[in-house]
């Protein structure tokens, strides 16, 4: 009997192994070996599966060196991206891995996720070549090192610099060279954009991927394009380039798609000329054909929130015009300069504070978190335009507050390192994080006995110093230009600026007080968005009480008719799908819905079943990222208490560029649709991942963005609700709302996505 027992309980054991196995158990995964790359910073480990079918998704991880204070680098392949590119082939995968430390036995962790939500780790070590380094990155000068512990947002950095034909380079905030171009060009006319180098070169133009891939996008000439120069920065839908032609130098701008289709021109010289025919004046004292330099182009910045852009001309000033019909909106500059001297220019020209200084040779314009202009002033007069203007002695990052109903640029923050820095060329300043910044001396003298030097500065929201590493150059070879990079988890394929997930966490009640989600589907092909979920005892886990005991989701039309209702995730029909998407709840209590939508508004009802009440979650996961069609926005409504019964949203960015986002709390202006008890005085606080604050608002009209958010006809219908414009870069957020002065009542956090 006792050995019946122990073989009956063995077979039960055997057949509830054999019944949960996930594909992480059955499916075996080898490391085979590993083949060098382009570069030592390259590599290719190759994998034996037992079955490619099952795998989702790959993802590496370099850790970093001992002392090092950066984020491991780690990308994330699809099973689909890998054996697009022919590297899944009769049970092999062949991974490509970069970021790889050269010279040195680096440890790299492999993450298998499966089909079936569950995964499992492995590890191996990579040892590579020392990079003969003809540019002299890996041995900068420290003069500071990093700052241990530092809030400084970024851990990687490009540097844009033509000094060999490895361009360009990638190094971490502790200095150590992470990746080089393969492209065997030398150029400084380089983009980072879809997790790939863009390069542009004489007439042609190159997409360098991370794992070595060079490709051809384009020729240009037949466009007149004899050169591309300087910057190439984000546009309204592709990147945006500098050229030369045969007819003008240093004064056309392209934008580019990132499949090389040319989609716009700009002439700056037709666009000046013109304005100043209208007003009066001879362009032919201003404007000149090819080989004058009397604009000099060196960069150009799109800015979303008024479809403008913004130009910077070396030897003039920064210009705005009209995204679609190239008409002047304002200019800033030096009013010593030549163009203050014709009054069809003069009439746009922006008055500046008390205090402020205008920009002079400027380089690297681009649009702040906060709608400010932020640029690299290098201090130097023109040196073809007569009159010259004025000239300093030193250059400094500024950034200026643009008022356009007063027609003012105020400059509200500078970072005069040393009033001794003399970089009359080239250079840059970019904000990461909002008050993080990556600033770029590029062409350093200091007095005719020292060589000439790049110095690269870190500085985090405190204004404090984070980092400054020195390299030699020969005029702005090594680091032309340098920008911040996020590669601690890059996914492959990439994924566009727009909300993946959001979510909503709120006290759920009877009637008005369920917590409503709007949900807006937009585009041309449906989307399979969803798994909508409904959440309440598994948020004790976070340490909540007075969770909602059995919450129930019911999703609604537009017509608000019922196109599908859950109680209990488990007994839905998508129930295994729900779980092989990782997405299962953890309560089976809890309620989930997997769905195609097609474009349209839809609404998410969650409400506790027999009427319970208790504090609840909604969710959205956005299953189908790319395609031609995205989660727009979601509003989500509910009871605003205190404490933790605030009504809080996350939302999640995707992973490449940056996301134009509207984050509203409505009260009063619910009146309207039949509530009654309404929050009187609705707050926000958008946070970052780290719990940083971004921005806290009460009252729309006293935000940095109000004239954006009427220029957009987003503005809230009354004063007291609040709502700002973020700009912001992939990550997670949370939005919570509540009232100022600590009443209750119903909400609505609403988050938009304006690209």
Excluded at 129 to 145: N, V
Excluded at 446 to 455: G, V, Y
Excluded at 544 to 557: M, N
Excluded at 683 to 693: C, E, I, K, R
Aim: with cysteine; proline share 5%.
């Amino acid at each position: 009997m006792f050995t019946k027992t122990l073989l009956g309980a063995a077979i039960s054991l055997f057949v509830c192994r054999t019944a949960f196995a996930t594909e992480a158990d059955t499916t075996v995964i080898t490391i085979e070996g590993q083949t060098a790359g382009a570069t030592p910073f390259l590599s290719q480990i190759t994998l034996a599966a037992s079955d490619t079918a099952t795998i989702k998704n790959i993802k590496f991880s370099v850790a970093p060196r001992p002392g090092s204070s950066t984020r491991p680098l780690s990308a994330t392949y699809s099973s689909e991206y890998l054996a697009e590119r022919g590297a899944i082939l009769n049970g092999k995968i062949f991974l490509p891995v970069y970021g790889l430390y050269d010279g040195y036995t680096n440890s790299v962790t492999l993450s298998y996720s499966f089909h079936d939500g569950s995964s499992k780790d492995d590890s191996t070590t990579v040892t590579t070549a020392i990079f003969d380094d003809p540019c002299g990155y890996k041995t900068p000068t420290i003069l500071q090192p990093k700052i241990e512990n530092s809030s400084l947002s970024y851990d990687y950095i490009l540097l844009k610099g033509a000094c060999s034909s490895y361009s360009p380079a990638i190094i971490d905030t502790d200095g150590a060279l992470r990746w080089v171009g393969t492209a065997d060009t030398a150029s400084f006319d380089v983009a980072f954009h879809e997790n790939s180098i863009y390069l542009a070169h004489g007439s042609l133009l190159y997409r360098n991927d991370l794992d070595g891939t060079v490709s051809l996008l384009g020729d240009y000439g037949s466009a007149g394009v004899i050169d591309f120069h300087h910057n190439v920065d984000r546009g309204k839908f592709g990147l945006l380039y500098e050229v030369d032609t045969k007819a003008y130098l240093e004064s056309i701008i392209l934008e580019i798609d990132s499949t090389g289709n040319l989609l716009k021109t700009w002439n700056m010289a037709d666009i000046i000329s013109a304005a100043m025919t209208a007003g009066g004046d001879d362009p032919a004292q201003f404007v000149f054909a090819s080989p004058t330099d009397w604009f000099h182009s060196n960069a150009v910045t799109y800015n979303r929130a008024d479809n403008t852009l913004i130009v910077s001309s070396r030897e003039d000033f920064v210009i705005a015009i009209d995204y679609d019909t190239s008409a002047i909106k304002w200019i800033l500059g030096d009013p010593e300069k030549a163009w203050y001297e014709f009054p069809s220019l003069r009439q746009y020209a922006l008055e500046l504070a008390p205090g402020s200084l205008p920009p002079i040779g400027q380089h690297a314009v681009s649009i702040t978190y906060d709608q400010g202009l932020l640029l690299f002033d290098n201090g130097l007069n023109s040196l073809f335009q007569l009159p010259p203007g004025a000239v300093r002695s030193y250059a400094s990052p500024r950034k200026y507050r643009i008022d356009l109903s007063a027609r003012m640029a105020t400059e509200v923050w500078n970072f005069p390192m040393d009033e001794s820095v003399n970089s009359p060329y080239c250079g840059s300043v970019y904000e990461d994080l909002p008050l993080n910044y990556l600033i770029d001396y590029a062409y350093v003298t200091l007095d005719p006995t020292q060589a000439r030097h790049a110095r690269v500065v870190g500085v985090d929201a405190t204004d404090t110093k984070v980092f400054d590493y020195e390299y030699p150059t020969a005029g702005c070879l090594a680091v032309f230009n340098a920008t911040p990079l996020h590669l601690e988890n890059t996914p492959f394929p990439a994924v566009g600026p727009q909300s993946l997930n959001l979510s909503t966490r709120g006290l759920v009640g009877p009637d008005q007080a369920a917590l409503i989600a709007g949900i807006i589907v937009t585009g041309s092909d449906p989307k399979t968005v969803v798994v909508l979920r409904a959440l309440g005892p598994s948020l004790e886990e976070n340490g909540l009480s007075d969770t909602l005991a059995d919450p129930v989701i019911t999703l609604f039309d537009a017509d608000a008719r019922v196109l599908a209702t859950n109680d209990d995730w488990q007994a839905g029909a998508d129930a295994g799908q729900i779980s092989a998407d990782g997405l299962a709840p953890n309560n089976p209590a809890e309620a989930a819905l997997r769905t195609t939508l097609a474009p349209g508004a839809y609404t998410a009802v969650v409400t506790g079943k027999d009427i319970s009440l208790g504090v609840g979650l909604v969710e959205v996961y956005d299953l189908s990222p790319s395609g031609n069609s995205e989660l727009a926005n979601i509003s989500t409504r509910g009871m605003v208490g205190t404490d933790s019964d605030l009504l809080i949203s996350g939302f999640i960015v995707g992973a490449i560029d940056s996301s134009t986002v509207v984050v509203r709390a409505l009260g009063p202006s619910l009146g309207s649709a039949g509530i009654s008890d309404f929050l009187k005085d609705p707050s926000l606080t958008v946070y970052d991942q780290n719990g940083s604050a971004l921005v806290t608002n009460d009252s729309w009209r006293d935000d940095p963005s109000a004239l954006e958010l009427e220029q957009n006809q987003i503005e809230p219908s009354n004063d007291k609700e609040a709502a700002t414009i973020l700009h912001l870069p992939a990550g997670a957020y949370t939005a919570i709302a509540m009232d100022a002065n600590g009443e209750t009542g119903i909400g609505l956090v609403e988050v938009y996505n304006l690209d």
